[in-house]
């Protein structure tokens, strides 16, 4: 439970003064809806005001802070910007232009009254003029007006002024938190030494106050990392202290499995590092990388067959129904032959089927089941649950894992895939808790996929081509360009493309996109799968890890407009056949340098790995981990360069308090329990410790 202590940081924002539901709307938008949101909002950058006593051109393109007396007004139509002429204490001439309300701008600016106006110096002509003040103040006043003000990202409706006052108040709020009794410093205390960073609430207001103190920013950043870090090492102390079941297998089913090929030599490590894990007491944690088509499945099937022959059940979760089918088919084919009694269980499976399925999981007759989240429901109950594999972690949030561990008596070992190669950094902040296993090696057989990049303007070439590539038997993907990330106009842009290639090729068109149900889409792309469908258009959906082996030809338009983690999926898609691939990347014409850093580097190489930690570095973790559900870990104070910078130094600090300090019980250990409320990185623990 929270310690009160937080409740006035995590009070709703309308206990703050000033703010109304008018004020509450563009705040929401922000996603500012409580204090602590407020005083984690910290500024994007600051404005330096310069206090001149005197008008000078040479401060043109600054930003001055003057005090002027208005002598005239003048406006020459009712269209026309109204000026306000005025002079410095020198008699200087500045104008003070408002392109709207002269009713305001009389108000601010009364004739013979000294103000000071703070903003932006121009030139205009012969003239020097301030165009719409952001403030205009009395002289007496001058005083409130920082040197230095902070900028805020805004919505429609609100000020970065306005922000800053409602962070004020919000910093009252935790400068009293700071100064409760009992709470002591959660970071080593000679990393605060070593860094010189300032108290928690004074590195607050700092940042607040004075956004280019890089010491306060990245006391917090280093707050928010290691808060992170512990909450996984608690999670992977929590799941030591458990007691699971070994399974060691007796190699029977696996000396009768007829692969298509020897293990590749990380394939061979990664199923060692399992078979190790299974033969613990203290249930697998693992997490298995690999790029698309390095053979992550015939690992998982290794897994479970060791499960298999110890006696016990395995369960194979998809991210969605076709998925499922499709490990289903592919497991059923590899087994054949074998005692293995494989079963799928989605949420298509109904009435007699359905129950068939629950009554050989009861008594034990099924010995490997696939399915979607449909296996977790409460009717499903397993005889031995002993390893469940989950493919696609990104969209397997911890509630699932609790729901999953409550399916056995004793918790059931369990092995994440991913496609998505994670670069290392990002492997500790959102992994932390696991092991890793990684496939960087590529089965033989996998035909390499040539990567052109081509202009836009090419579009007519590209469309003969796809046409040429159709009549030789083969299909195609047509992925189309994300419009300004809306779903509405990517849905436009994908039926213009269908509606124009149909014309030329017919009914053997398919179209998928975002806003379509599920049922509609699974339909497209089984029809795509069969090779009713010829040419696919998409908008990004195209389901991670669907297998259409004739599909040898991606074509992307905007290229330009993805990310390098995106772009790497959507070519994953083809070169899974034994004939050669080819993706072609169209571009527009107005590229900036990081677009073609990305389809320079898409040309040059096929490593997800190497494209992973590129794309670290150009879009930050955002992109890498988009697709990762709601209440996953997410960064607000620390930045991607900041997470490389301190992530290394906030792991072994937190493994030093887990392992040295007492955990969250000893003196630090209070104060770091108060860090994971703050930070919110408390649910994730009570869950999984719970479970």
């Given at each position: 439970?929270?310690?009160?202590?937080?409740?006035?940081?995590?009070?709703?924002?309308?206990?703050?003064?000033?703010?109304?539901?008018?004020?509450?709307?563009?705040?929401?938008?922000?996603?500012?809806?409580?204090?602590?949101?407020?005083?984690f909002h910290l500024p994007t950058g600051w404005i330096d005001r310069k206090r001149v006593l005197a008008l000078d051109e040479g401060d043109v393109g600054q930003v001055i802070s003057i005090e002027?007396?208005?002598?005239?007004?003048?406006?020459?139509?009712?269209?026309?910007?109204?000026?306000?002429?005025?002079?410095?204490?020198?008699?200087?001439?500045?104008?003070?232009?408002?392109?709207?309300?002269?009713?305001?701008?009389?108000?601010?600016?009364?004739?013979?009254?000294?103000?000071?106006?703070?903003?932006?110096?121009?030139?205009?002509?012969?003239?020097?003029?301030?165009?719409?003040?952001?403030?205009?103040?009395?002289?007496?006043?001058?005083?409130?007006?920082?040197?230095?003000?902070?900028?805020?990202?805004?919505?429609?409706?609100?000020?970065?002024?306005?922000?800053?006052?409602?962070?004020?108040?919000?910093?009252?709020?935790?400068?009293?938190?700071?100064?409760?009794?009992?709470?002591?410093?959660?970071?080593?205390?000679?990393?605060?030494?070593?860094?010189?960073?300032?108290?928690?609430?004074?590195?607050?207001?700092?940042?607040?106050?004075?956004?280019?103190?890089?010491?306060?920013?990245?006391?917090?950043?280093?707050?928010?990392?290691?808060?992170?870090?512990?909450?996984?090492?608690?999670?992977?102390?929590?799941?030591?202290?458990?007691?699971?079941?070994?399974?060691?297998?007796?190699?029977?089913?696996?000396?009768?499995?007829?692969?298509?090929?020897?293990?590749?030599?990380?394939?061979?490590?990664?199923?060692?590092?399992?078979?190790?894990?299974?033969?613990?007491?203290?249930?697998?944690?693992?997490?298995?990388?690999?790029?698309?088509?390095?053979?992550?499945?015939?690992?998982?099937?290794?897994?479970?067959?060791?499960?298999?022959?110890?006696?016990?059940?395995?369960?194979?979760?998809?991210?969605?129904?076709?998925?499922?089918?499709?490990?289903?088919?592919?497991?059923?084919?590899?087994?054949?032959?074998?005692?293995?009694?494989?079963?799928?269980?989605?949420?298509?499976?109904?009435?007699?089927?359905?129950?068939?399925?629950?009554?050989?999981?009861?008594?034990?007759?099924?010995?490997?089941?696939?399915?979607?989240?449909?296996?977790?429901?409460?009717?499903?109950?397993?005889?031995?649950?002993?390893l469940a594999v989950v493919d696609e972690q990104h969209r397997f949030g911890v509630a699932q894992r609790l729901m999953l561990t409550e399916k056995a008596v004793r918790p059931p070992h369990l092995?994440?895939?991913?496609?998505?190669?994670?670069?290392?950094?990002?492997?500790?902040?959102?992994?932390?808790?696991?092991?890793?296993?990684?496939?960087?090696?590529?089965?033989?057989?996998?035909?390499?996929?040539?990567?052109?990049?081509?202009?836009?303007?090419?579009?007519?070439?590209?469309?003969?081509?796809?046409?040429?590539?159709?009549?030789?038997?083969?299909?195609?993907?047509?992925?189309?360009?994300?419009?300004?990330?809306?779903?509405?106009?990517?849905?436009?842009?994908?039926?213009?493309?269908?509606?124009?290639?149909?014309?030329?090729?017919?009914?053997?068109?398919?179209?998928?996109?975002?806003?379509?149900?599920?049922?509609?889409?699974?339909?497209?792309?089984?029809?795509?799968?069969?090779?009713?469908?010829?040419?696919?258009?998409?908008?990004?959906?195209?389901?991670?890890?669907?297998?259409?082996?004739?599909?040898?030809?991606?074509?992307?338009?905007?290229?330009?407009?993805?990310?390098?983690?995106?772009?790497?999926?959507?070519?994953?898609?083809?070169?899974?056949?034994?004939?050669?691939?080819?993706?072609?990347?169209?571009?527009?014409?107005?590229?900036?340098?990081?677009?073609?850093?990305?389809?320079?580097?898409?040309?040059?190489?096929?490593?997800?790995?190497?494209?992973?930690?590129?794309?670290?570095?150009?879009?930050?973790?955002?992109?890498?981990?988009?697709?990762?559900?709601?209440?996953?870990?997410?960064?607000?104070?620390?930045?991607?360069?900041?997470?490389?910078?301190?992530?290394?130094?906030?792991?072994?600090?937190?493994?030093?308090?887990?392992?040295?300090?007492g955990g969250l019980e000893g003196p630090r250990g209070q104060a770091a329990r108060i860090l994971l409320y703050l930070m919110e990185r408390d649910a994730a623990v009570g869950l999984l410790r719970?479970?």
């Amino acid at each position: 439970m929270r310690p009160d202590i937080l409740n006035p940081l995590f009070a709703e924002v309308e206990v703050l003064k000033g703010i109304g539901p008018a004020l509450a709307k563009p705040l929401k938008r922000l996603g500012l809806e409580r204090v602590l949101d407020i005083l984690f909002h910290l500024p994007t950058g600051w404005i330096d005001r310069k206090r001149v006593l005197a008008l000078d051109e040479g401060d043109v393109g600054q930003v001055i802070s003057i005090e002027v007396t208005p002598i005239d007004y003048r406006q020459g139509g009712a269209r026309s910007p109204f000026r306000v002429h005025a002079r410095d204490r020198a008699g200087r001439a500045l104008t003070v232009t408002y392109f709207n309300n002269p009713g305001w701008a009389k108000k601010q600016l009364p004739l013979g009254e000294p103000k000071l106006v703070s903003g932006r110096l121009e030139s205009y002509g012969q003239e020097l003029q301030m165009v719409h003040p952001d403030h205009v103040l009395a002289p007496d006043e001058a005083a409130s007006l920082p040197e230095r003000e902070p900028v805020y990202a805004l919505s429609e409706g609100i000020t970065s002024n306005r922000i800053g006052q409602l962070a004020g108040q919000a910093l009252e709020r935790a400068a009293a938190v700071g100064a409760a009794p009992g709470l002591g410093e959660w970071i080593e205390p000679s990393l605060v030494a070593k860094h010189k960073w300032p108290e928690w609430r004074d590195a607050l207001h700092k940042a607040h106050r004075d956004p280019s103190d890089a010491s306060a920013r990245e006391r917090l950043a280093y707050d928010e990392i290691f808060a992170n870090q512990l909450a996984l090492m608690l999670v992977r102390a929590s799941s030591r202290r458990r007691r699971g079941v070994p399974l060691e297998g007796d190699g029977s089913l696996r000396a009768k499995l007829r692969l298509p090929y020897a293990p590749t030599g990380a394939q061979a490590r990664a199923i060692a590092e399992i078979e190790g894990d299974l033969r613990q007491q203290v249930p697998m944690l693992r997490l298995l990388q690999g790029d698309v088509g390095s053979g992550k499945t015939l690992v998982a099937l290794m897994a479970l067959l060791v499960a298999i022959e110890a006696g016990a059940q395995g369960a194979l979760l998809a991210p969605t129904e076709i998925l499922a089918r499709q490990h289903h088919d592919n497991l059923s084919r590899m087994l054949a032959g074998l005692p293995v009694n494989v079963a799928i269980l989605t949420g298509r499976e109904k009435g007699r089927a359905r129950e068939s399925v629950l009554m050989g999981l009861a008594d034990g007759s099924i010995h490997l089941l696939v399915g979607t989240h449909a296996i977790f429901q409460q009717a499903v109950r397993y005889k031995n649950l002993g390893l469940a594999v989950v493919d696609e972690q990104h969209r397997f949030g911890v509630a699932q894992r609790l729901m999953l561990t409550e399916k056995a008596v004793r918790p059931p070992h369990l092995l994440v895939m991913t496609a998505t190669p994670i670069p290392r950094t990002l492997t500790l902040t959102h992994y932390g808790e696991m092991d890793v296993s990684r496939l960087d090696e590529m089965p033989p057989g996998r035909q390499p996929i040539e990567t052109r990049v081509l202009s836009g303007e090419r579009l007519d070439e590209v469309i003969g081509a796809l046409g040429r590539h159709i009549a030789a038997g083969r299909q195609a993907y047509w992925v189309c360009p994300l419009v300004e990330e809306n779903e509405a106009l990517d849905q436009a842009a994908a039926e213009e493309r269908a509606r124009m290639l149909r014309e030329q090729f017919g009914d053997s068109i398919g179209l998928i996109h975002g806003r379509m149900k599920g049922p509609e889409r699974d339909e497209v792309m089984a029809a795509f799968q069969r090779g009713t469908i010829k040419v696919l258009v998409a908008t990004t959906v195209i389901e991670v890890g669907v297998d259409v082996p004739n599909s040898s030809l991606m074509v992307v338009e905007g290229a330009e407009r993805f990310g390098l983690a995106q772009l790497h999926q959507l070519r994953g898609r083809i070169g899974r056949g034994d004939q050669s691939s080819v993706c072609l990347l169209l571009r527009g014409n107005m590229l900036s340098e990081t677009a073609r850093a990305r389809l320079v580097l898409m040309r040059e190489t096929n490593d997800g790995f190497r494209i992973a930690e590129e794309d670290l570095r150009l879009r930050g973790a955002g992109e890498i981990l988009g697709t990762r559900q709601s209440g996953e870990a997410k960064f607000r104070l620390a930045s991607p360069e900041q997470i490389q910078e301190l992530i290394q130094r906030a792991t072994d600090d937190a493994r030093l308090l887990v392992d040295r300090d007492g955990g969250l019980e000893g003196p630090r250990g209070q104060a770091a329990r108060i860090l994971l409320y703050l930070m919110e990185r408390d649910a994730a623990v009570g869950l999984l410790r719970s479970g």
